[in-house]
Nanobody, 121 residues
């Protein structure tokens, strides 16, 4: 069965850090683009970061220099390292993968149930 599973969310205070994991089973992430999205209550789905299969990255402006997307092929996992967290980062975070993802695509909930990140001030 082809699956993506998000994990690593939790509650932190502003300024703290979390590392989210997106682990694939039944297929390999190596030859696909993978992205992290988030959706806060009452808000639209938002692209946070994208890692293309050729290693290029894209970050939403508000997370640049704070978040880092990376991939561990041995673990078939894509990570999102989140530093200097702010209350406005509070959301459910989702990962998604496909060949040819572009930055206009919004795939919250397309694969997994997401992982909740709550940042308190």
């Amino acid at each position: 069965e082809v699956q993506l599973a998000e994990s690593g969310g939790g509650s932190v205070q502003a300024g703290g850090s979390l590392r989210l994991s997106c682990t694939a089973s039944g297929f390999t992430l190596y030859d696909s683009d993978t992205a992290w999205y988030r959706q806060a209550p009452g808000n639209e789905c938002e692209l946070v970061a994208l890692l293309s299969r050729d290693g290029n990255t894209f970050y939403e402006d508000s997370v640049k220099r704070r978040f880092t997307i990376s991939q561990d092929n041995a673990k078939n996992t894509v990570f999102l390292q989140m530093n200097s967290l702010k209350p406005e980062d509070t959301a459910v975070y989702y990962c998604a993968t496909d060949r040819g993802l572009d930055i206009t695509t919004r795939l919250c909930g397309a694969w997994g149930q997401g992982t909740l990140v709550t940042v308190s001030s």
